[in-house]
């Protein structure tokens, strides 16, 4: 699984560093945001790709769940 | 890679939202505001910023608490709260956007308005609008090679709760003064552009509807009175003809929609904006750095609203001259907004998106928001803002240095190991 840290940065980086992720062809992806901006556009951009999206919430953080149907 | 849907259901939403926010924007024209600025988050900020140094900054014109401000900082805050995304958070290289902040104002006010502004202008058929969106392309285009070669401000972190709260800190204390305002007599020290004053003479003569409605009052000098139409000095000399006091419009700090349809107004777009992530200048950025269009859609979503309201209210003037509060030097307009979307992108988002970050807790977003308020009533007072004439002379050294301290920063914030 592809893990992605964009905790804390500003758009548009959350977004590249998922883009370049997907590079790789990964079947699953876990993307770490802290940002409602962040967690909608990378949860847009997933869902482009075609994967299945689940959000999970913790304290600090949105842990986005990518993967491929 | 497999293959890939270029549009999403977001695209919908935002564009959905930039619809109500032009329609928003071009309906606020018709209850008051000056022409095409129903929506101008940089004009806002100037005049909020000319209601408190416009005495020394040469800003009498255009001095104002916008109560769209204050609307759109506590809708965005009452939306971050029900959806739980308030968080304070901050220390993300705030000096640095700070100076972007105060730079992206400086070049708006050359341009004569923001990137949000930029749309709404096309939106009221200004074509010399069209130059600025050249510019932001472009400057959208710079900001992306400097995304590449690893230019990040670093992460944000955890702050203090104390600083989730400057925005709003801001946005309150506003609303006391323009309340105030509103309802008593402004402060001493305030600068404020009486309701539909008309400046005759700049600084010389100003004229203002009479308190009861009937007529003109004469506000400059203290001692002229009104005569059939014309401004006459105390000693009998006419200052200015009726022709000349006919012709003469209201100076834009003065035009402006009732208070609470204002602040109302304010308060849709903050909702609106939160929800959606409007953003003026990141639909073109992810459209050509992501391959993403969804953003996109919220500035044409924008552009059309702004438009059909425009026309139904007969406020549409397709043209490049005559528009409202805009000059048509076109390699001015260019480059003044090529540094506002390049400081835009550098920041991570537009000023509105700048305003929103704040009011969700972000102290870097606030960072961003002062700056840009004390480059407002520094830009007047340095005397490089631009007028509807056109540039001022000081207007293209003034963007040099602008580049310069761009290039610096995106130069000293490249990440090594990218």
């Known amino acids: 699984m592809k893990e992605v840290d964009a905790l804390g940065l500003s758009c548009p980086m959350p977004l590249m560093l998922t883009k370049k992720a997907l590079e790789e062809n990964p079947g699953e992806i876990l993307v770490h945001v802290d940002s409602g901006t962040a967690k909608q556009n990378v949860v847009g951009l997933l869902s482009d790709y075609g994967f299945t999206v689940s959000v999970e919430q913790t304290g600090e953080e949105y842990r986005i769940k990518g993967m491929r149907a | 890679m497999t293959q890939r849907r270029v549009i999403g259901p977001t695209a919908w939403i935002v564009g959905a939202a930039g619809l109500f926010i032009g329609a928003l924007a071009g309906w606020?024209?018709?209850?008051?505001?000056?022409?095409?600025?129903?929506?101008?988050i940089a004009c806002f900020w100037r005049d909020i910023a000319g209601f408190f140094v416009g005495g020394v900054s040469n800003q009498a014109a255009v001095a104002y608490i916008r109560p769209e401000i204050i609307g759109i900082i506590l809708g965005a805050l009452g939306a971050a709260i029900v959806t739980k995304e308030y968080k304070p958070r901050g220390g993300s290289a705030p000096l640095l956007r700070f100076v972007m902040g105060f730079i992206f104002m400086s070049?708006?006010?050359?341009?004569?308005?923001?990137?949000?502004?930029?749309?709404?202008?096309?939106?009221?058929?200004?074509?010399?609008?069209?130059?600025?969106?050249?510019?932001?392309v472009i400057g959208v285009g710079v900001g992306i090679v400097i995304l590449k070669s690893g230019y990040n401000l670093g992460r944000a972190k955890g702050a203090p709760?104390?600083?989730?709260?400057?925005?709003?800190?801001?946005?309150?204390?506003?609303?006391?003064?323009?309340?105030?305002?509103?309802?008593?007599?402004?402060?001493?020290?305030?600068?404020?552009?009486?309701?539909?004053?008309?400046?005759?003479?700049?600084?010389?003569?100003?004229?203002?509807?009479?308190?009861?409605?009937?007529?003109?009052?004469?506000?400059?000098?203290a001692d002229a009175t009104i005569v059939d139409g014309a401004v006459?000095?105390?000693?009998?000399?006419?200052?200015?003809?009726?022709?000349?006091?006919?012709?003469?419009g209201p100076m834009p700090g003065g035009r402006r929609a009732p208070f609470?349809?204002?602040?109302?107004?304010?308060?849709?777009?903050?909702?609106?904006?939160?929800r959606s992530r409007f953003c003026s200048v990141g639909g073109i950025r992810d459209a050509i750095l992501i391959r993403r269009f969804d953003l996109l859609f919220g500035v044409i979503g924008l552009v059309i609203g702004a438009t059909v309201v425009n026309m139904i209210f007969g406020?549409?003037?397709?043209?490049f001259t005559g528009q409202p509060v805009a000059h048509n030097d076109a390699l001015g307009n260019i480059a003044a907004m090529v540094i506002a979307a390049l400081a835009a992108v550098m920041l991570g988002g537009c000023p509105m998106r700048q305003m929103i970050m704040g009011a969700e807790g972000d102290a870097d977003g606030a960072a961003a928001v002062v700056g840009m308020v004390i480059g407002a009533g520094f830009t007047h007072w340095a005397g490089y803002a631009s007028s509807p004439a056109g540039l001022a002379d000081r207007a293209w050294p003034a963007l040099g240095v602008m580049a310069v301290i761009l290039a610096a920063i995106a130069l000293a914030k490249r990440a090594r190991a990218a």
């Open chain 2, 28 to 40: 606020l024209v018709s209850q008051g505001n000056p022409g095409n600025m129903g929506l101008c």
């Open chain 2, 107 to 136: 070049s708006a006010l050359v341009f004569l308005g923001c990137t949000v502004r930029a749309w709404v202008r096309l939106g009221g058929g200004d074509l010399t609008a069209l130059w600025g969106l050249l510019g932001i």
């Open chain 2, 161 to 221: 709760a104390w600083t989730g709260w400057i925005v709003t800190g801001i946005a309150v204390i506003l609303l006391a003064f323009a309340l105030w305002t509103q309802f008593g007599t402004k402060p001493e020290f305030a600068t404020l552009t009486p309701a539909n004053a008309r400046a005759v003479i700049p600084g010389e003569v100003v004229v203002a509807p009479a308190p009861d409605g009937d007529g003109l009052t004469v506000l400059r000098p």
């Open chain 2, 232 to 248: 006459v000095a105390a000693d009998g000399e006419v200052l200015a003809d009726a022709d000349k006091v006919a012709s003469t």
């Open chain 2, 260 to 274: 609470f349809i204002s602040l109302a107004a304010g308060l849709a777009i903050g909702v609106v904006a939160q």
């Open chain 2, 315 to 319: 406020q549409y003037n397709l043209g």
